[in-house]
């Protein structure tokens, strides 16, 4: 019988395995070193630590939209290999959305930004 504490190490090693993923992607990647950027040039400028938290919660929002994204993207993949006007609607709905909230992260991040400039 598999105890509470067994249940519970092996969902923490699922989780790891996910996180190792989401580092190999380069599409994630690329929003991971960006936000760290950002943090740089946060804790640089000075910003509050409310502001900080802000830009912290943007990178975050932008960063989950990449991995959902990327999950999407691959279980359509799953689906099929070959043009499918539905699977391409739903990829391009998905890269909508990352833009969409990239686009709103760096206009709230030059409103933060801006008065520590």
Known sequence: MITFLEKMMRK???????????VKDSSI??????????LVVS??????KF???FVGVLIV????CEIINTAIERLCDLYT????PQVK??????AGCV??????????????FIPYI
Do not use: C, E, P, R
């Open 61 to 64: 929002l932008v960063i989950v």
């Open 89 to 94: 609607y739903i990829k391009d709905l998905m």
């Open 12 to 22: 923490f090693q699922v989780a790891i395995l996910g996180l190792k993923h989401i």
């Open 29 to 38: 990647l690329i929003q991971i070193v960006i936000g760290m950027v950002v």
């Open 43 to 48: 804790v640089w400028l000075g910003l509050s």
């Open 51 to 53: 502001d900080l938290m």
């Open 81 to 84: 290999t070959q043009v499918n």
């Open 99 to 112: 833009l969409f909230v990239s686009v709103f992260a760096l206009i709230m991040g030059l409103v933060i």
